[in-house]
């Protein structure tokens, strides 16, 4: 079946600083690059996605790259705030395979 | 518009018994999936579904478990004679268009004793 994998499995950084979470797929029709946020207690939520046809997209202080040929994409996050402490996912081909997952914690 | 709604939130079954998990999907929204979620892991598709028809249920297993998806009502996953490992949240998400982006609802949580 499909593969999707995720890194890091966890990532802590300083409140300010930016955090990179990254994904590899192996389905080269994939064409839809989702990122979900899921909060402690909560259903996943949808963040970013991307399509194939543009290598990048930013909204404030979160962005996603796409590559491709190497066949990754990643979700950037600039001036960290608490608030964005949870576990982040891609999804990928066809949105129904989901990565493992990254908990994300931001230090104050 | 409301979003995803599953029913109930909290679910407590003893071993054996069955478990019925409903979904109502966003308006407008004729794809639902299925999720299983144990704790601290990812997410686990188990099933997708288009009004009336099952169209991938690749990650459902082969007993105890079925969906449905009517062509009027919510859509409900229906797991037979419980176990312990049972036990997870379990998400239902739906999409306007195959492909385009899913919204979850807030899950049930199931826990067998």
């Known amino acids: 079946g499909e593969n999707v994998e995720q890194h890091p499995s966890t990532l802590s950084v300083q409140e300010g600083d930016s955090a990179v979470i990254k994904c590899t797929y192996s389905d080269s029709a994939s064409n839809y690059f989702p990122w979900y946020k899921q909060e402690l207690g909560k259903g996943p939520q949808l963040i970013i996605d991307?399509?194939?046809?543009?290598g990048e997209k930013k909204d404030q202080r979160i962005a996603v790259t796409l590559n491709k040929t190497a066949k990754h994409f990643s979700l950037h996050i600039t001036e960290t705030q608490p608030e964005d402490s949870a576990v982040y996912f891609c999804a990928g081909p066809n949105d129904m395979r989901f990565g493992a997952g990254t908990r994300l914690t931001v230090k104050p | 518009n409301a979003g995803v709604m599953q029913n109930p939130r909290h679910l407590v079954r003893r071993r054996g018994q069955e478990a019925r998990l409903r979904c109502s999907p966003m308006k407008g929204h004729s794809h639902v999936y299925w999720y299983r979620q144990l704790p601290e892991e990812g997410l686990k598709f188990m099933v997708y579904l288009q009004k009336e028809n099952i169209i991938d249920e690749s990650g459902m297993p082969k007993e105890r478990f079925s969906a449905e998806f009517p062509k009027e009502g919510p859509s409900i996953l229906r797991i037979q004679q419980v176990v312990r490992g049972d036990s997870a949240a379990y998400f239902c998400a739906s999409s306007r268009l195959a492909g385009e982006e899913q919204y979850f609802g807030p899950g049930t949580r199931l826990t067998v004793t």
């Open positions: 991307i399509r194939s046809n543009v």
